[in-house]
């Protein structure tokens, strides 16, 4: 059996969560998507959305494994937010954070938080959780910020990399 044939697995019960607050792109939607599917990882949306989750654009970045990620859609932040300790720890990921990624030692139960493409999370968030905001080395100071589904690929497979230590 391929791994197209796999059985679906649920990912509620995973102790990664990617969440994207107010995601603007379909193809960074259901690219994350796929790869959360190969990390273990859940995926979280909350709104407003840029896009319609049944935007044949977001299935066709997350290809044939679009029906296996199952995001979680959240109608809020502020919603979100009263939940977001069950789910674990809360990492920000930001340009502008004073902590590389490489200075992180994740937990077990992380919860990695990106925000829109065009603005990044809003300065409400960054400066609350300001403690906990994180940035992805870059090393040309003119570049502003990465694609968001490579940032959540670099940070999850750094998640990975901890653990098969």
């Known amino acids: 059996m391929n791994r ?21 792109i379909h193809g960074n939607t259901g690219n994350s998507g796929r790869t959360c599917l190969a990390t273990g990882a859940q995926l979280h949306l909350v709104e407003p959305l840029g896009f319609s989750l049944d935007d044949r654009r977001v299935r066709r970045a997350g290809l044939d494994y679009w029906s296996r990620v199952r995001p979680e859609v959240w109608p809020d932040w502020e919603t979100f937010e009263k939940e977001m300790p069950r789910y ?4 920000f990921f930001t340009s502008e954070a004073p902590q590389e ?31 906990r905001r994180v940035r992805i080395p870059m ?12 940032a959540v690929a670099i940070v999850l497979y750094e998640v990975l990399r901890q653990r098969s230590r």
């Open 4 to 24: 197209d044939d796999s059985p679906a697995t649920e990912c509620s019960g995973s102790d990664v969560h990617v969440v994207f607050v107010c995601p603007e």
């Open 88 to 91: 674990g720890e809360p990492f």
């Open 101 to 131: 990624l490489w200075d992180i030692e994740f937990p077990q139960r992380s919860v990695l938080i990106f925000g829109r493409e065009s603005v990044g999370l809003d300065a409400e968030i960054r400066e609350k959780y300001a403690e």
């Open 139 to 150: 090393l040309d100071p003119s570049i502003r910020s990465l694609n968001l589904s490579n």
